[in-house]
């Protein structure tokens, strides 16, 4: 786990955060630039496809 809260795994020789990593498995391989994996549930350790949605940095704001 990340000292943010967030989960974290290695891929490929890198750190990537978990919540990103379930999405990229579960919805879609590609997040666009710019785009925030967001929590529904606002659990940062949270990887449950169905809590995770697309946003933009305003959307995730907003969210909180």
Not at 34 to 59: E, K, Q, S, W
């Amino acid at each position: 786990m990340l000292q943010d809260g967030y989960g974290s795994l290695h891929v490929k020789h890198e750190v990537r955060r978990a919540h990103r990593v379930a999405w990229m498995l579960f919805r879609s391989p590609i997040i666009p630039k710019g785009m925030y994996i967001c929590h529904r549930c606002d659990m940062p350790i949270c990887v449950n496809p169905a809590h995770l949605f697309l946003g933009t940095p305003t959307d995730n704001n907003r969210d909180t």
